[in-house]
């Protein structure tokens, strides 16, 4: 093999590993509307009236009713709203109700989940007041969000996938990427 071959095929096997290795976050997924949240996405209201607009703290009652979400990039202002799986439940809860591990990943006693249910992909919740849980009305699986989101009852295999918060310039703002696979696992 020449010298000149050789020079070529290192600079192709570089840049492939370079690309291969590159930036994870946007290995993640090329279309940004379909990309799951990263640090520093603003949460936006997901329906309703104010679809689309930033969600600040006061928009949650203590213990009131949850709120659905999709992450924002603040630069682009592109929502990521083309992949069900970046579906956001939000509830407001006592910070002295929270888990340790749970108040550390809140902002304000507001705490972020995924919204797709862990067991078959529903992503419709009913909030029981009484017992600030949230149960999949598909299956009657019921997670508490005060600690994790993890299960109480019903088919889910795991906890809800949680989304650290924090807010900046008044706005709720997602901290780091979700912890855990949103989504459910198919039958195999």
Known sequence: MNDDRRTVLKAALGLGLGLALGDPARAQDPEPRRARPRPGDRLVF????RKGKSIRPRDLSPNGEPLTAWPMDPRTKIVRDDSRLNEILLLRLEPADLSDETRARSAEGIVA????????????WEWHAATKTVKCPCHFSVFDPKDGARVLDGPAPRRLPALPLEVADGVLTAAGE???RPGFQPAG
């Open 178 to 180: 979700f912890v855990g």
């Open 113 to 124: 989940y995924s919204a797709v249910c862990t067991h078959t992909g529903c992503d419709v």
């Open 46 to 49: 997901a329906s309703g009236p």
